[in-house]
């Protein structure tokens, strides 16, 4: 094969993505057989076979059992709002996110104690071991499933404080910043980075996504004074959303 020459499959899988772009195989229409791709690109069986396991792989066609092969419908990405603004409301900021796009999500939570992994302690600048506040959530809008969510929050900081589970008590499901200022911590800045991989398969269970889809994870720690207070990773299927950031320009 020449310098910069594809394979043979990835030739094949690139004319198919294109006719799938182009609408030439719309949504729902069964992907051409094995057989078929064999005799219209001149390739080997293990050829076609690799070039539909390259769109399978890329989310665009699915499997449907005793049946085939059929192009998946992509859906139109939404947006999730991420602001450098705070209104004075107290809300949680997936409240002021669904506020923001008219949006009316629901959510449900789980929190336990737990003891902070390596990864974990390294983000809140404590030891592996010590205990934390986990908090599992899964966030819907209009029923479906949009992301998931896992918080750690240091028992040193919040143990035995009215603010130690995150969704009950006078303050439960306010943002990180309200509560930790019912304990007169103040929050004064927290760091997000955004990174993508393949969704783990029971995120994508959750998510209603197909095995080897990508998701974005957000990872973001809260901090007082240098401290970390909060840490949380965010999951979000990326074929269906994006994470979009307004900031004030100062």
């Avoid at 028992?155 to 995150?166: E, F, H, K, N, Q």
């Avoid at 990174?195 to 990872?219: D, K, Q």
Wanted: glycine share 10%; hydrophobic share 40%; with cysteine.
């Amino acid at each position: 094969m020449a310098f910069g020459e594809q394979p043979a499959y990835l030739r094949v899988a690139s004319d198919l993505r294109e006719k799938i772009a182009n609408g030439a195989l719309p949504p729902h229409t069964r992907l051409p057989s094995q057989a078929r791709i064999r005799e219209e690109y001149g390739v080997s069986d293990t050829v076609a076979l690799e070039a539909r396991k390259v769109l399978m792989a890329e989310g665009l066609v699915e499997g449907r059992s005793g049946s085939g092969t059929y192009v998946r419908e992509r859906p139109v990405p939404r947006r999730i709002a991420r602001s450098g603004y705070r209104p004075p409301s107290g809300s949680s900021p997936f409240r002021q996110e669904q506020a923001a796009t008219g949006a009316r999500g629901t959510w449900e939570s789980r929190s336990e104690q737990d003891q902070a992994g390596p990864e974990i302690a390294a983000r809140l600048g404590i030891e592996p071991g010590d205990r934390v506040m986990r908090t599992r959530y899964v966030f819907r809008e209009a029923g479906e499933p949009m992301m998931l969510s896992t918080s750690w929050e240091p028992l040193a900081v919040t143990g035995r404080t009215p603010v130690m589970l995150p969704e009950e008590g006078p303050l439960g499901g306010c943002g990180v910043v309200e509560r930790m200022a019912a304990i007169d911590i103040v929050v004064d800045n927290v760091l997000e980075e955004v990174g993508a991989r393949p969704g783990l398969a029971e995120e994508l269970m959750a998510l209603g996504g197909v095995p080897g889809h990508v998701v974005m994870v957000l990872e973001r720690t809260y901090y007082a004074s240098g401290r970390a207070v909060e840490t949380a990773e965010v999951v979000v299927p990326a074929d269906r959303y994006r994470i979009a950031y307004h900031l004030s320009v100062k």
